[in-house]
């Protein structure tokens, strides 16, 4: 991992975590593959400190640029599909 995950300093310690950790299962997608309830789960979490839909977005470009994961279409992807495990291409 040669990039940082985007982190908004108002953030407590608590929500911070909760964010990487979320971060960490949309990188952990692309690298091999993840639980979908899991990832499902950090997202509810996750929309509990990012709330805005604007906000998710900037968040998920920053991500995106840095890593070249993709926020949205990996939790589209669990959203949508069926199988327990989600891959990312």
Do not use: C
Request: glycine share 4%; aromatic share 12%; no cysteine.
């Amino acid at each position: 991992m040669d990039y940082h995950y985007p982190i908004d300093s108002s953030w407590s310690t608590e929500e911070t975590i909760i964010v990487v950790e979320f971060l960490a299962l949309v990188e952990k997608a692309y690298q091999g593959s993840v639980s979908r309830a899991e990832l499902l789960n950090q997202y509810r979490a996750f929309k509990e400190i990012i709330p805005s839909k604007s906000e998710e977005k900037t968040i998920g470009k920053e991500f995106e640029q840095a890593s070249g994961y993709s926020l949205y279409h990996t939790v589209k992807k669990a959203r949508n599909g069926v199988s327990e495990q989600i891959t990312m291409p």
